[in-house]
């Protein structure tokens, strides 16, 4: 089996009286890219704001890469590449200098910090606007950034809130090559999405979340194998039907 890289277990959340995550579990190893699947409000962002440390859980444990989450924070965030849904950037700096403060953040030398800006400043066509101030940005220019502030420091682990919200074709197409070619190479991708062709194109494996629950976790050939009559999409809409919920694994 391969190694695994992050596990969490029992996470429970409560918002202001609202169970928003109970007792959520799973898995990610080496080599896979991992999507999580859910209708609004399912508890899909707040699993992966859970994974990353941006909100605090009552119960359970999350370690990644072997490091306890709540132990050792500054640790354990090291390894992790997190794109964010709401884009918080400073709007205040340009591109490059957002992208040098994450860099200094995780001690990126200055020769391979440039290489790798030039890299993905070219597969996101943000080679023209990355000197100019992020207040001027589009939506999708700010998620380009936010993607590029990610990975600028190659984490073993990228985890990803909705990464194609606001991509052009092109950029869109480019990020699915680098999660693979992540994943191929020993790594994790983990992101959340409500986009089936993109979770069908690109994963190794599914779990779908549902009032807080992940109701489901397989293969997602392993899936499609046992259900060859029904499509992803019949499949996502039967298990998040209330009367059919059921964990799968």
């Known amino acids: 089996m391969s190694e695994l890289i992050l596990k969490m277990t029992g996470i429970d959340k ?16 080496a080599g896979e ?10 508890g899909k962002s707040t699993t992966i704001k859970s994974i990353t440390g941006i909100i605090s859980f009552e119960e359970g444990r999350v370690l990644i890469d072997g490091i306890d989450l709540k132990t050792a924070p500054l640790e354990a ?14 709007e205040g700096l340009t591109g490059v200098e957002y992208v040098n403060f994450i860099c200094d953040v995780f001690q990126v030398p200055s020769a391979q910090r440039q290489e790798r ?3 993905y400043c070219e597969l996101f066509a943000l080679t023209d606007s990355v000197k100019k101030q992020i207040s001027t940005y589009s939506h999708g220019m700010k998620q380009k950034l936010n993607i ?4 600028i420091h190659e984490p073993k682990i990228w985890i990803l809130d909705e990464p194609m919200t606001g991509l052009d074709p092109r950029s869109a197409y480019n990020l699915k090559q680098l999660m693979r070619e992540h994943a191929d190479k020993g790594n994790s991708v983990f992101f959340s999405s409500h986009v089936l062709e993109v979770v069908e194109k690109v994963c190794d494996r599914i779990g779908i979340i549902d ?7 397989c293969q997602i050939d392993e899936l499609k194998e046992r259900n060859k009559d029904k499509s992803l999409e019949e499949l996502f809409l039967k298990l998040t039907d209330n009367s059919a919920a059921q964990t799968v694994e």
């Open 148 to 151: 590029i502030g990610a990975l």
């Open 33 to 42: 890219v991992h999507a999580l699947m859910g209708e609004n409000g399912a």
């Open 117 to 119: 800006l030039d890299k």
């Open 14 to 29: 409560r918002f202001s009286g609202v169970h928003a995550l109970k007792g959520v579990d799973f898995d990610l190893y």
């Open 77 to 90: 965030k090291k390894h992790i590449g997190y794109v964010s849904d709401d884009h918080v950037l400073y």
């Open 211 to 217: 009032e807080g629950h992940l109701i489901a976790c």
